[in-house]
């Protein structure tokens, strides 16, 4: 059975940080490229940032470069976005999910930052 768990989010202010976590089961994710994607009210699913299961190649979306990390814990199963310099375009439900998604999305976790 694959599943995922995001955490973390919650109301930050302008320029303010959060670290986002996702612990996944299943073999669906252990070998495949890892990602966070984000949704705003009344918009498609867009991607941020995402790592291969080698731990060696992360790619951005632009808006995130030099603001976002990801990383990967395999041992443990857990992907993590460090968010800082948030602004409120950055405002949106945060999901995990193979990078290209690939299985079904979890609950996601909200972030929302305030001017």
């Known amino acids: 059975q694959v599943r995922v768990v995001e955490s973390g989010g919650g109301l930050v202010q302008v320029g303010g940080a959060l670290r986002l976590s996702c612990a996944y089961s299943g073999h669906a994710y252990v070998m495949s490229a890892m990602g966070w994607f984000r949704q705003a009210p009344g918009k498609e699913y867009e991607f941020v940032a995402s790592?291969?299961?080698?731990?060696?190649?992360?790619k951005y979306a632009d808006d995130v470069k030099g603001r976002f990390t990801i990383s990967r814990r395999g041992t443990e199963n857990t992907l993590y976005l460090e968010m800082t310099k948030l602004n409120p375009e950055d405002t949106a439900v945060y999901y995990c999910?193979?990078?290209?998604?690939?299985?079904?999305w979890g609950q996601g976790t909200q972030v929302t930052v305030s001017s």
């Open positions: 999910n193979t990078d290209p998604p690939r299985q079904s």
């Open positions: 790592i291969d299961w080698s731990l060696s190649v992360t």
